[in-house]
C-alpha cells in the first residue's frame, strides 16, 4: 500500500455512519531483519537501498492518527511480534518478494542473494533448520464516526 491515505478514504467512503474498518496488515518493524540485510547488500554493491522496502509498516500512533483524520474512532489498536516459519527457506521468501530488488544486480544477483541469506541465519534460521520470518503485525479495529464521508478528501 503505497497511499494509506487513500485507502483510508476510500473505506470511509464505502462505510455507513458507525460501520466498522477491521484490519491486520505489517506494522513498523515487520521484516526488519530482512529489510536490514537487504539495505546493506545495496550499499556494498552500489545498488538502490530504497528498493528494499516498498512497503508501508506505520507505527500504531501513525495508524491511529491518520484513521483519526478520516473519521474514524479507534477502538482497539494491537502492534505485535509474530515470527513465522517459512514454508521454504529464506532464499524462496527472497525470491517472491523481493525480487526486484536482487534484479538490479544484474550478474551479481546470486551473489547478493547468497550474501543476504548468510546475513540472517544468525538471527532467522532456527536450529532445526527452520528459517522464520520477523513478521510484526498491526490490528485495529475502528468504527466510522457520524459524519458525512462525502466530505473525506485525500491529502
Do not use: C
Not at 3 to 11: D, L, M, R, T
Not at 113 to 136: C, K, M, T
Not at 138 to 152: G, I, P
Request: aromatic letters at 10%.
Amino acid at each position: 500500500m503505497s497511499e494509506p491515505s487513500k485507502v483510508v478514504a476510500g473505506v470511509a467512503r464505502a462505510l455507513k455512519p458507525n460501520g466498522r474498518f477491521v484490519a491486520e496488515f505489517g506494522g513498523h518493524g515487520n521484516v526488519a531483519a530482512i529489510i536490514s540485510a537487504m539495505t546493506a547488500a545495496a550499499l556494498a554493491h552500489r545498488g538502490d537501498a530504497t528498493l528494499a522496502k516498498p512497503w508501508y509498516f506505520p507505527t500504531p500512533d501513525a495508524y491511529a492518527k491518520l484513521l483519526q483524520d478520516h473519521g474514524f474512532v479507534v477502538e482497539k489498536m494491537t502492534h505485535f511480534g509474530r515470527p513465522t516459519p517459512l514454508p521454504t527457506d529464506m532464499r524462496g521468501w527472497l525470491n517472491v518478494f523481493r525480487q526486484s530488488f536482487f534484479d538490479q544486480f544484474g550478474d551479481k544477483k546470486e551473489t547478493v542473494l547468497d550474501e543476504v541469506v548468510s546475513s540472517l541465519e544468525p538471527s532467522l534460521l532456527r536450529p532445526d533448520g527452520v528459517w522464520i520470518a520477523d513478521y510484526v503485525r498491526l490490528l485495529f479495529v475502528a468504527r466510522l464516526s457520524h459524519v458525512d464521508t462525502t466530505t473525506v478528501t485525500d491529502p
